[in-house]
Structures are given as structure tokens and as C-alpha cells.
């Protein structure tokens, strides 16, 4: 079976200044990590150039979202182009406060996973359903569909990472439960090896993310399908720094 390193991305969304993440970048930089451990620090568009000359080489640089296009008339946007031109490596697409407040929707997050691919960056590609769509039931349903329309979309699966996000734990301090996250992670690989191949479910990483903190970092990340996470608010705090070695 294909060996899957462990995969920690801060997701840093539109926070911080150039001063308090020179202060965050110094900590990691400096920290004791995990060698088998991939980490991605996804930093605000207009930080990117900065967060990659200031993070130590061992620390990838991801966007926080890219348009499906390298360039144009399209005011505020950014391009895969752009980004690479930064030195960055990564883009997160299809987060959740992208698809519900921001409104995109599947198709076109399926055609920036295609786009950036081409472009030669690597994908974490989010996926999760909403509460509501939990207590209905229709969690397998909601993931499934999403996962088809990125895979529709993949041209090269060793450059995407899938990113379990539910979202009613995006934010809200409520973290799935080890076994919830489990269940689902499970049933994803499980999903890929019937539509994509058996070598895509053995090596492509599944990470968690929702209220992900040093707390509960170490049982979540026992689980067999939990490949990594993906770490919003306590990615701003020395506290990322165990949640990196979770698995250590
Ligand atoms: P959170 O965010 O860790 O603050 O819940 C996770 C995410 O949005 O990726």
C-alpha cells in the first residue's frame, strides 16, 4: 500500500498583518517539525509574495482561492500564473465560505482544480456538507457529488490533496468526533477506488479540518483514513505548531 506522509495546511483566511504574521512565520520557521510531514501555510492573495520569502523552504505556500483562467478582464481576481510567479506551490479551492459565502458553485470550482492543475500547481480541493444536510442524512450524497465534479476535473491526482470539511465544524469550536471524521474518510477512499483506481484511494491524502485544535489533534489524526488536517483559526497560534506534529 502507498505510503501517505502526514499533510498539516493552515488555512490563515483574511487575518493577520505583515507584522503579526512575520511574528507566526518566525515561530515556524524556527520550530522542531515533524520531517515526514508536509505543512502549507495558505496566506491572504496580496501576503503571498511575502509569506514565501519569509517561511523556511520545508514550509509550501498555498493561495486561498484562484481564478479558472491565467489572465483577462476579470477585476480582483487572481491566476495560477500569479501565484507560481510568487513562488507559491498550493491553492485551496472549493473552501467552504467560498462555496456558501461567495456563492460558487460546483462546476466552477471544478474548472479552477482544472485550470491550476494544468497550471502546475498542487490542489487541496474542500469538500463537507452543512448541518442540515447531516441531519437529513445526505452526507454521503452532498461529499459524493463534490468529489465527483473535482475528479471530473483531475488531470493529475499526486497533486491533490482532498480536504474533509464539514461544514457545521468550520469555525464553530464543534469538531467531528475521531470516529465521524473516520466514517467519512473511510467512505471517501472507499468512493475513489470505485470511480478513480486503487492507486488513487491508497496514496491520495484525506485531511480533516473544522475547529482542528492541539487538543484534539492527536486522537483525530489516529485514524487510519485521517492523512492530515486543514487548520483555520488555531493555525494563527503557536498552538499549530503540535497540531503539525500530531502524528510525530
Ligand atoms: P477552523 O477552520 O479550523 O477555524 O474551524 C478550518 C477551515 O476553514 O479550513
Known amino acids: 500500500m502507498a505510503q501517505r506522509n502526514f499533510f498539516v495546511g493552515g488555512n490563515w483566511k483574511m487575518n493577520g498583518n505583515k507584522e503579526s504574521l512575520e511574528e507566526l512565520i518566525s515561530i515556524l520557521n524556527t520550530a522542531s517539525l515533524h520531517d515526514q510531514t508536509e505543512v502549507v501555510c495558505g496566506a491572504p492573495s496580496i501576503y503571498l509574495d511575502f509569506a514565501r ?32 510567479d510568487c513562488g507559491a506551490e498550493w491553492v485551496i479551492l472549493g473552501h467552504s465560505e467560498r462555496r456558501h459565502v461567495f456563492g ?16 502546475d500547481l498542487s490542489v487541496i480541493a474542500c469538500i463537507g456538507e452543512k448541518l442540515e444536510e447531516r441531519e437529513a442524512g445526505t452526507t454521503e450524497e452532498v461529499v459524493y457529488a463534490q468529489t465527483q465534479v473535482i475528479s471530473e476535473n483531475v488531470s493529475d491526482w499526486a ?23 473516520q466514517e467519512v474518510h ?9 470511480n478513480v483506481s486503487d492507486d488513487v484511494a491508497d496514496s491520495v491524502r484525506i485531511i480533516y479540518g473544522g475547529s482542528v485544535t492541539a487538543g484534539n489533534c492527536r486522537e483525530l489524526a489516529s485514524q487510519n483514513d485521517v492523512d492530515g488536517f486543514l487548520v483555520g483559526g488555531a493555525s494563527l497560534k503557536p498552538e499549530f505548531i503540535e497540531i503539525i506534529n500530531a502524528r510525530a
Open 104 to 119: 460558487e458553485s460546483d462546476e466552477l470550482i471544478g474548472q479552477k482544480v482544472a485550470h491550476a492543475l494544468e497550471s
Open 186 to 194: 473511510e467512505k471517501l477512499r472507499a468512493w475513489l477506488r470505485s
Open 53 to 84: 520569502c519569509m517561511l523556511d523552504l520545508r514550509i509550501g505556500v498555498a493561495a486561498q482561492n484562484c481564478y479558472n483562467v491565467a489572465k483577462g478582464a476579470f477585476t480582483g481576481e487572481i491566476s495560477p500564473a500569479m501565484i507560481k
Open 159 to 181: 497533486k491533490v490533496v482532498l480536504a474533509y470539511e464539514p461544514v457545521w465544524a468550520i469555525g464553530t469550536g464543534k469538531t467531528a468526533s475521531p470516529e465521524q471524521a
